[in-house]
C-alpha cells in the first residue's frame, strides 16, 4: 500500500514536471522575463479590456476570418470540403495565429472551456491541412494548376507569388513574390509557445515544430540562401527554443537574422537596410519589419551576446528615440512605402505610425529592457500602452486604427488608412487583441537579486527569487490616480530587492528618454515612496529604478505617490512641423482635442497665455476618463474653453476633427496658415496593403 501510493505520487510529480515548461535563461540578459502565465491582471483600466478581448474581439475576428474565407480555406486543405477553390490573401494564417496567441493571453487571465475549444477546433483544422513535411500555408498549398489563371493578383512589376511550385522562393530582386511564409511562421510559433505555456497542450505546438523542422531543412544554418522575406520568423524560433529547449531553434534564428534580406525595396536609407543587422547604424526600412529585427537580434544578445550586435542596436535606437518617434510612440512616415522618414520629418497627420508598428516597437524596448535593465526602455513601453499602440483599437473591441495620426481633418477621411476605425481583418486588427491581452507581459522582470517592477498596473505575479517563491500584490487606478500599493508575501522572510520604475515624465524633463519632446515647465515631480508607511529618502536611482534591498516578510506594502500634474509638452526645434506648438500630458497619457468636446474649431485654436488647466474625471465618457479642460484663443482671436481627452479614445464618436498639437500663440497659426498644407492628409503612397 505504501509502496503504491509512493509510485502515485512519483509519477504525478514526473507528469507534471514533463508537462512544465522547461527554463532556457537567457545567459548575457541582465533581466529575465517573467512568464505571462505566472502573472494575473486585475486592473480597474485593463482587466475590463481584456474582458472586452476574451468575450468580444477575438469571436468577432473569427467571425469575420469566416466571411473572408480563411477558415474555408484550412477545410478545403484539411479535406473537410471537396470541390472549393482556395480564397487568395496576403499572409491569411498569419492572422488568425495572431488570434489564437490573443487567446491564449487571455486563458492565462481567465479559464474559458468555450474559447479553448474553438482554439481546439482551428488547431484540429490546422493539423489536417498541415503536409507530411511539416510545411502549413494555405496561400502556397495550392494545387499547382490551381493558381495559374487567378485574376487580380497580377500587377505591372508586383506579382504575389501562390501555390506549391513558389514556397520558399522569392528574392529581394522579385519581391514581393513568394512573400509572407517566414513571417507567418513566425506568428505560429509565438502563438504555439503562448498556448502551451497557458494550456499545456502540444496540439499547436507540435504544429508550429514540425514546420519549424520544415524550415530548418530548407534554410540549414550554414548554408547560403537568397529568400526575402520578414524578420518575424526569428522571435517565433526564439519563443519555440524557449519551451522546447532544442538548440536547433536558436541556431535558425540566428541564421536567419544575420543572413536573411528583411529589407523592402523601394530601399529609402541609401542601402542601410539591406545590410547585415550588425553593419546598421541607421534606422531605415519597413518601420514594422525593422522592429521586428531589432527585436529578434535583442534577444540573440540576450541568449549569446554578440556585442557587434550591441552596439548597432544602440545605434539603432537613439536613431529612433532622438530623433524620429512621435509623441505617441509612433514610428514609420511619412516616407513613402511604410517606411521611416529622415531624422526630424514628423508631421502629424502625414504619419504612417501604424498600430503594428506601435506595438512592435513596444516589444522591442521591453526586450531592450531585459538586456539592459535600463528604466529608459520601460518608458517607451509605457507611451506605447497607453497612447500609441492603445489607440488602435475601438473602446467597443471591434473597429480598428491602421495608421494612427496626431492630426485629422475631414479631408479623405473615407478609410483605415485615414483615421477611421473599420471593422476588418488584417494585420493590425489581428495584432492588436494579442498587445491587450497579453499586458502583463511587460509589468515584471527579475534577476538574480530581486523583482524589477515596470509598468504600474494592478496584478498578482508570483515567481521564484533566490531559490524561494515570492508573490507581490500591486493595487493602483493608474494612469489616473498617482497611489501605488505592492503588498509583499514571500513563503517566509527573505532578502531581496524590489527595485521600482520611477517613469521618465516624473523623473526627468520630459516623457522620452531624449530630447526630442520636453515639458515647458523645468517643474520636479515630488514623487515618494514609502515601507510599511515610513518615508524612504532615495538619494539616487538606478538606472532609472529605485532599489529596496531588505528582508522581506509577509504582509509588506511599498507604496509609491507619483503626482500627477497636466504639463505641456514642446517638440526639439528640429521638428518644423510641430514648432511653436505645443500639447498636453498628464502622467503617461498624451491628450487631443477632439471636435464633438469643444465648439470652436479644434484646428484653428492656441493656447491662452495663461491656460488655466485643470482635470476633472468624467465617469460616463467613453468609458470613463479624466478630461483636461483650460483656454484657448481661437481664429477670431476671442478666448474659448477647450476640453481635450485621452488620444487613445478619439475616434469613438463618428468622424470629427482632432489635434493633438495647438499653437502657442495665435498670430503663429495666422502666420503658418500657409505651411498647414504639411499636415493634410498624405497617404503613404504604399503599392498595396502587404504583410506587417
Given at each position: 500500500?505504501?509502496?503504491?501510493?509512493?509510485?502515485?505520487?512519483?509519477?504525478?510529480?514526473?507528469?507534471?514536471?514533463?508537462?512544465?515548461?522547461?527554463?532556457?535563461?537567457?545567459?548575457?540578459?541582465?533581466?529575465?522575463?517573467?512568464?505571462?502565465?505566472?502573472?494575473?491582471?486585475?486592473?480597474?483600466?485593463?482587466?475590463?479590456?481584456?474582458?472586452?478581448?476574451?468575450?468580444?474581439?477575438?469571436?468577432?475576428?473569427?467571425?469575420?476570418?469566416?466571411?473572408?474565407?480563411?477558415?474555408?480555406?484550412?477545410?478545403?486543405?484539411?479535406?473537410?470540403?471537396?470541390?472549393?477553390?482556395?480564397?487568395?490573401?496576403?499572409?491569411?494564417?498569419?492572422?488568425?495565429?495572431?488570434?489564437?496567441?490573443?487567446?491564449?493571453?487571455?486563458?492565462?487571465?481567465?479559464?474559458?472551456?468555450?474559447?479553448?475549444?474553438?482554439?481546439?477546433?482551428?488547431?484540429?483544422?490546422?493539423?489536417?491541412?498541415?503536409?507530411?513535411?511539416?510545411?502549413?500555408?494555405?496561400?502556397?498549398?495550392?494545387?499547382?494548376?490551381?493558381?495559374?489563371?487567378?485574376?487580380?493578383?497580377?500587377?505591372?512589376?508586383?506579382?504575389?507569388?501562390?501555390?506549391?511550385?513558389?514556397?520558399?522562393?522569392?528574392?529581394?530582386?522579385?519581391?514581393?513574390?513568394?512573400?509572407?511564409?517566414?513571417?507567418?511562421?513566425?506568428?505560429?510559433?509565438?502563438?504555439?509557445?503562448?498556448?502551451?505555456r497557458v494550456t499545456g497542450k502540444r496540439n499547436l505546438l507540435d504544429i508550429a515544430?514540425?514546420?519549424?523542422?520544415?524550415?530548418?531543412?530548407?534554410?540549414?544554418?550554414?548554408?547560403?540562401?537568397?529568400?526575402?522575406?520578414?524578420?518575424?520568423?526569428?522571435?517565433?524560433?526564439?519563443?519555440?527554443?524557449?519551451?522546447?529547449?532544442?538548440?536547433?531553434?536558436?541556431?535558425?534564428?540566428?541564421?536567419?537574422?544575420?543572413?536573411?534580406?528583411?529589407?523592402?525595396?523601394?530601399?529609402?536609407?541609401?542601402?542601410?537596410?539591406?545590410?547585415?543587422?550588425?553593419?546598421?547604424?541607421?534606422?531605415?526600412?519597413?518601420?514594422?519589419?525593422?522592429?521586428?529585427?531589432?527585436?529578434?537580434?535583442?534577444?540573440?544578445?540576450?541568449?549569446?551576446?554578440?556585442?557587434?550586435?550591441?552596439?548597432?542596436?544602440?545605434?539603432?535606437?537613439h536613431s529612433i528615440v532622438d530623433r524620429r518617434i512621435y509623441i505617441h510612440g509612433?514610428?514609420?512616415?511619412?516616407?513613402?512605402?511604410?517606411?521611416?522618414?529622415?531624422?526630424?520629418?514628423?508631421?502629424?497627420?502625414?504619419?504612417?505610425?501604424?498600430?503594428?508598428?506601435?506595438?512592435?516597437?513596444?516589444?522591442?524596448?521591453?526586450?531592450?529592457?531585459?538586456?539592459?535593465?535600463?528604466?529608459?526602455?520601460?518608458?517607451?513601453?509605457?507611451?506605447?500602452?497607453?497612447?500609441?499602440?492603445?489607440?488602435?483599437?475601438?473602446?467597443?473591441?471591434?473597429?480598428?486604427?491602421?495608421?494612427?495620426?496626431?492630426?485629422?481633418?475631414?479631408?479623405?477621411?473615407?478609410?483605415?488608412?485615414?483615421?477611421?476605425?473599420?471593422?476588418?481583418?488584417?494585420?493590425?486588427?489581428?495584432?492588436?487583441?494579442?498587445?491587450?491581452?497579453?499586458?502583463?507581459?511587460?509589468?515584471?522582470?527579475?534577476?538574480?537579486?530581486?523583482?524589477?517592477?515596470?509598468?504600474?498596473?494592478?496584478?498578482?505575479?508570483?515567481?521564484?527569487?533566490?531559490?524561494?517563491?515570492?508573490?507581490?500584490?500591486?493595487?493602483?487606478?493608474?494612469?489616473?490616480?498617482?497611489?501605488?500599493?505592492?503588498?509583499?508575501?514571500?513563503?517566509?522572510?527573505?532578502?531581496?530587492?524590489?527595485?521600482?520604475?520611477?517613469?521618465?515624465?516624473?523623473?526627468?524633463?520630459?516623457?522620452?528618454?531624449?530630447?526630442?519632446?520636453?515639458?515647458?515647465?523645468?517643474?520636479?515631480?515630488?514623487?515618494?515612496?514609502?515601507?510599511?508607511?515610513?518615508?524612504?529618502?532615495?538619494?539616487?536611482?538606478?538606472?532609472?529604478?529605485?532599489?529596496?534591498?531588505?528582508?522581506?516578510?509577509?504582509?509588506?506594502?511599498?507604496?509609491?505617490?507619483?503626482?500627477?500634474?497636466?504639463?505641456?509638452?514642446?517638440?526639439?526645434?528640429?521638428?518644423?512641423?510641430?514648432?511653436?506648438?505645443?500639447?498636453?500630458?498628464?502622467?503617461?497619457?498624451?491628450?487631443?482635442?477632439?471636435?464633438?468636446?469643444?465648439?470652436?474649431?479644434?484646428?484653428?485654436?492656441?493656447?491662452?497665455?495663461?491656460?488655466?488647466?485643470?482635470?476633472?474625471?468624467?465617469?460616463?465618457?467613453?468609458?470613463?476618463?479624466?478630461?483636461?479642460?483650460?483656454?484657448?484663443?481661437?481664429?477670431?482671436?476671442?478666448?474659448?474653453?477647450?476640453?481635450?481627452?485621452?488620444?487613445?479614445?478619439?475616434?469613438?464618436?463618428?468622424?470629427?476633427?482632432?489635434?493633438?498639437?495647438?499653437?502657442?500663440?495665435?498670430?503663429?497659426?495666422?502666420?503658418?496658415?500657409?505651411?498647414?498644407?504639411?499636415?493634410?492628409?498624405?497617404?503613404?503612397?504604399?503599392?498595396?496593403?502587404?504583410?506587417?
Open positions: 500500500m505504501i509502496r503504491r501510493s509512493w509510485l502515485i505520487g512519483f509519477i504525478a510529480i514526473i507528469v507534471i514536471i514533463s508537462s512544465c515548461v522547461k527554463k532556457n535563461e537567457p545567459e548575457y540578459s541582465t533581466l529575465i522575463e517573467i512568464p505571462f502565465n505566472q502573472v494575473k491582471v486585475h486592473d480597474n483600466f485593463w482587466s475590463p479590456r481584456i474582458r472586452s478581448i476574451q468575450d468580444t474581439t477575438i469571436y468577432d475576428l473569427v467571425k469575420v476570418a469566416e466571411k473572408q474565407g480563411k477558415i474555408e480555406n484550412l477545410r478545403i486543405l484539411a479535406g473537410r470540403k471537396k470541390g472549393e477553390k482556395i480564397k487568395l490573401f496576403v499572409a491569411p494564417d498569419s492572422d488568425l495565429w495572431k488570434i489564437m496567441e490573443a487567446a491564449s493571453y487571455s486563458l492565462a487571465w481567465n479559464p474559458d472551456p468555450e474559447l479553448e475549444g474553438l482554439l481546439d477546433d482551428l488547431i484540429e483544422l490546422y493539423a489536417g491541412a498541415q503536409a507530411e513535411d511539416g510545411y502549413i500555408n494555405q496561400i502556397f498549398m495550392l494545387p499547382d494548376e490551381d493558381h495559374l489563371h487567378r485574376p487580380g493578383w497580377n500587377r505591372p512589376g508586383f506579382r504575389l507569388g501562390y501555390g506549391s511550385d513558389e514556397r520558399f522562393k522569392g528574392s529581394f530582386e522579385k519581391w514581393p513574390s513568394g512573400l509572407g511564409q517566414l513571417y507567418s511562421a513566425g506568428h505560429l510559433m509565438v502563438a504555439a509557445a503562448a498556448h502551451y515544430i514540425k514546420k519549424a523542422d520544415c524550415i530548418y531543412r530548407e534554410f540549414p544554418p550554414g548554408k547560403h540562401f537568397d529568400y526575402a522575406d520578414h524578420p518575424g520568423l526569428g522571435l517565433g524560433l526564439i519563443k519555440l527554443y524557449e519551451v522546447t529547449s532544442d538548440e536547433r531553434y536558436l541556431e535558425l534564428a540566428e541564421h536567419i537574422i544575420y543572413n536573411g534580406n528583411h529589407a523592402r525595396p523601394v530601399d529609402l536609407g541609401n542601402q542601410e537596410n539591406p545590410k547585415s543587422i550588425d553593419e546598421q547604424r541607421k534606422a531605415w526600412g519597413h518601420a514594422v519589419c525593422i522592429n521586428y529585427l531589432y527585436s529578434g537580434a535583442t534577444d540573440l544578445c540576450r541568449y549569446l551576446d554578440k556585442p557587434e550586435t550591441r552596439i548597432a542596436l544602440d545605434s539603432l535606437w509612433g514610428v514609420g512616415g511619412p516616407g513613402p512605402h511604410e517606411q521611416l522618414a529622415d531624422d526630424w520629418i514628423l508631421p502629424p497627420a502625414a504619419t504612417y505610425s501604424e498600430s503594428c508598428a506601435n506595438i512592435a516597437t513596444g516589444e522591442w524596448n521591453h526586450r531592450m529592457n531585459l538586456l539592459y535593465g535600463d528604466a529608459k526602455y520601460a518608458d517607451i513601453m509605457e507611451m506605447e500602452a497607453y497612447n500609441g499602440a492603445l489607440s488602435g483599437i475601438s473602446l467597443s473591441g471591434t473597429e480598428y486604427f491602421y495608421t494612427n495620426p496626431l492630426y485629422a481633418d475631414l479631408n479623405n477621411r473615407d478609410g483605415y488608412r485615414s483615421g477611421v476605425r473599420t471593422r476588418y481583418l488584417f494585420c493590425c486588427p489581428s495584432k492588436l487583441p494579442g498587445f491587450v491581452a497579453g499586458i502583463n507581459r511587460w509589468i515584471y522582470a527579475r534577476d538574480n537579486s530581486g523583482i524589477y517592477v515596470n509598468l504600474f498596473i494592478g496584478s498578482t505575479v508570483k515567481t521564484e527569487v533566490g531559490g524561494k517563491n515570492v508573490t507581490i500584490v500591486q493595487e493602483t487606478d493608474y494612469p489616473w490616480k498617482e497611489k501605488v500599493t505592492f503588498t509583499v508575501q514571500p513563503d517566509s522572510p527573505h532578502r531581496f530587492e524590489m527595485s521600482i520604475r520611477i517613469p521618465g515624465w516624473a523623473r526627468t524633463n520630459g516623457c522620452f528618454p531624449s530630447d526630442i519632446y520636453r515639458f515647458d515647465d523645468n517643474k520636479k515631480i515630488d514623487w515618494t515612496l514609502s515601507v510599511n508607511g515610513e518615508i524612504i529618502e532615495v538619494k539616487s536611482l538606478e538606472k532609472g529604478y529605485v532599489q529596496i534591498s531588505r528582508k522581506w516578510k509577509p504582509g509588506d506594502r511599498v507604496e509609491l505617490s507619483l503626482p500627477m500634474p497636466v504639463r505641456q509638452v514642446c517638440s526639439h526645434p528640429n521638428i518644423e512641423a510641430t514648432r511653436d506648438k505645443v500639447a498636453l500630458m498628464r502622467g503617461p497619457v498624451l491628450y487631443c482635442l477632439e471636435a464633438p468636446d469643444n465648439n470652436f474649431n479644434v484646428l484653428d485654436a492656441a493656447l491662452a497665455p495663461d491656460p488655466e488647466i485643470e482635470h476633472e474625471y468624467i465617469k460616463d465618457l467613453l468609458g470613463g476618463v479624466p478630461i483636461v479642460k483650460g483656454m484657448a484663443i481661437n481664429s477670431g482671436n476671442e478666448p474659448v474653453q477647450f476640453t481635450a481627452i485621452p488620444y487613445y479614445a478619439w475616434q469613438n464618436r463618428g468622424i470629427h476633427e482632432m489635434t493633438v498639437w495647438m499653437y502657442q500663440d495665435i498670430n503663429q497659426l495666422k502666420d503658418n496658415k500657409t505651411k498647414n498644407a504639411i499636415n493634410q492628409q498624405n497617404p503613404n503612397e504604399t503599392i498595396m496593403e502587404l504583410t506587417r
